[in-house]
């Protein structure tokens, strides 16, 4: 018998009495039972909350009624019914629950129906940034920039791999042992991976990547210490000037949230084609055309990369083309887009300061399988490429802008690079925190010459300046 079929039986079983006649007649149920079990084995005794909510999750996980992606009955609707399966269970076992507990064990066993289970909570969490799920009873998440191991768990392998199938339900995407690997979103935006065995040594990892439901402004970085307000002044005119700007950074640095603010200055009349491999990007205009790849499906087929999407994006008549990650072949069709036309191009990168960003540029574009000599590459993307953004994680948890750097031209066959702004770390020994300077160079950028050509006169105050933050 399944478990919604025990549902309606208790719903008619109770349905001829009031809800104070069924607080009464629990009572009297549950009393005698405790004490009956209490005395007659020391068993009854162990007998915890935490283990009725553990056999409730498990009697939820071996229903295949509660997997039903398309559920027809609401929450609310479901909601009294399974507390009184609740309030049963626990009579059956001999533990009275208190109606708050029997609330909570209610809300837990929606959420296995009607969301993920456990880390339902974590997702309602708006601190939580990362959710990492390493096998069904290890997971992390990150608040603030900081690593913590929660005291949440699945029940089991098959609970986890349940609700890892439930992600991926209305994304089209699947895992299983001939594709033992995904990279997908959640209805709320949150990027997901997965990663199964044989891959994963020690049972299915899942990692999540959470966005705030409100964008970070140029405000919100600002009064966090990432950037100054003169920065931010900068780059306005730089993005409303039609530079093309590379943001670079290690893993979870924050370089799709400054994609994200640089994005919103992009002024509103202008076309806008986004490529992403999982969309991320939460564009603020009205006219942007948001392009998605695809991965191959069960045959080994269909699979539609960034370079493709790339390629047919320059049909569609875009004014500016934002690339969510550059990591392959299709660099060489962004720097010639950049180079004919396109310009206020952006794309993000990982790297690990400006200039390894474009080691980094050179070598994709030689994995490519296009032979081009180092020269003409370097002047490729020297003439491309205006400003460089490098954005990193300290130690103390903390995302900054740590260096605005233009790129100034080739020099003897080598890309000169001139830093406009940087950040320079002065360790508190005492509290063990990160504090720095944020400091201008005092060079002015040749760029400024193009922000003049549109109308945008770069005031000198901005490269004039040091700022102090925690």
């Known amino acids: 018998m399944s478990i919604r079929d025990r549902l309606r039986q208790v719903e008619q079983k109770h349905q001829a009495t009031t809800a104070l006649d069924i607080s009464e007649s629990v009572k009297k149920v549950i009393a005698p039972s405790a004490r009956t079990a209490l005395n007659e084995s020391s068993m009854a005794q162990d007998i915890t909350f935490q283990e009725i909510k553990s056999r409730c999750q498990k009697k939820a996980a071996e229903d295949e009624a509660f997997y039903e992606a398309d559920s027809k009955e609401t929450r609310q609707e479901l909601r009294p019914r399974l507390e009184m399966l609740v309030r049963e269970i626990a009579s059956d076992m001999g533990y009275p629950l208190s109606e708050i507990e029997v609330r909570q064990l209610g809300v837990e066993l929606l959420d296995e129906i009607y969301g993920l289970g456990p880390i339902e909570p974590l997702l309602a969490d708006p601190t939580v940034s990362d ?223 400006p200039r390894d960003s474009i080691s980094r540029l050179e070598l994709m574009i030689n994995l490519s399988g296009v032979d081009i000599p180092a020269a003409s590459i370097r002047k490729q993307i020297a003439s491309a490429i205006d400003l460089i953004i490098y954005v990193n994680r300290g130690k103390d948890g903390h995302r900054r802008v740590e260096s605005i750097t233009e790129v100034v031209g080739v020099e003897e066959e080598n890309i000169v690079l001139q830093e406009i702004y940087v950040f320079e770390h002065k360790l508190d020994k005492s509290s063990g925190s990160i504090k720095g300077v944020f400091r201008a160079t005092g060079l002015r950028p040749g760029c400024g010459k193009k922000c003049e050509a549109v109308g945008y006169s770069l005031p000198s105050e901005l490269f004039n300046f040091s700022q102090e933050v925690n």
């Open 131 to 353: 959710i990492l799920i390493n096998g069904y009873d290890n997971i992390y998440v990150e608040r603030a920039g900081q690593l913590e191991l929660t005291d949440v768990r699945f029940i089991s392998e098959e609970h986890l791999r349940n609700k890892v199938d439930r992600m991926l339900y209305s994304t089209g995407r699947r895992v299983d042992e001939s594709s033992p690997l995904v990279d997908s979103r959640l209805p709320d935006g949150s990027r997901i991976n997965i990663i199964i065995p044989p891959l994963s040594v020690d049972g299915i990892s899942v990692s999540i990547r959470r966005f705030p439901e409100q964008h970070l402004r140029a405000k919100d970085l600002i009064a966090y210490g990432t950037m100054t307000e003169q920065m931010f002044q900068f780059l306005d005119y730089a993005v409303k000037a039609g530079l093309n700007i590379l943001v670079c950074g290690g893993t979870g640095s924050g370089k799709t949230t400054t994609l994200n603010m640089l994005s919103g200055l992009i002024p509103e009349n202008e076309r806008t084609v986004t490529i992403e491999d999982s969309a991320e990007l939460r564009m603020q205009q009205a006219h942007v055309v948001r392009l998605e790849t695809r991965p191959p499906n069960a045959e080994g087929i269909g699979e539609v990369t960034q370079r493709e999407l790339l390629k047919n994006a320059l049909r569609m008549r875009p004014d500016r083309i934002v690339l969510g990650e550059v990591r392959g072949g299709e660099v060489l069709d962004m720097l010639q887009a950049m180079n004919t036309g396109h310009d206020g191009s952006l794309a993000t990168l990982h790297a690990n300061s």
